[in-house]
């Protein structure tokens, strides 16, 4: 990848997420972790959610049910934040999560 498509990451990213919790990501890397934070913000930012083909809006709805699948709550509570932002109305949100439950299970949503 290039160091175009970190910045296009890094554009979405905070677009999504909000500086604050970008800017705490990236001030607490450390050593172990620094490779990841870029190749996170390339990869998943820059190279996944500028595509074309679905808008962040539609992704956060997806991620939402991914993650609830995944019981992967602190990054669920994360992009509920980032689905807010991408123009979810909470109440789409709740759908989601009721969605998920019937197909997640209960406890997962």
């Known amino acids: 990848m290039s160091e175009d498509m970190f910045e296009r990451g ?11 919790h970008v800017d705490r990501s990236i001030n607490n890397a450390t050593e172990l972790d620094e490779a990841f934070q870029h190749f996170v913000t390339e990869y998943c930012w ?26 992967r709550i602190p990054e669920l509570k994360v992009h509920m934040r980032g689905a807010v932002n991408n123009g979810l109305a909470r109440s789409e949100i709740a759908e989601a999560l009721f969605q998920s439950a019937i197909y997640c299970g209960v406890p997962a949503a």
């Open 10 to 20: 890094m554009a979405m990213r905070r677009k999504v997420l909000g500086d604050e």
């Open 46 to 71: 820059g190279a996944a959610w500028t595509r074309d083909g679905l808008p962040p809006r539609d992704r956060s709805l997806l991620n939402l049910g991914m993650l609830t699948a995944l019981n």
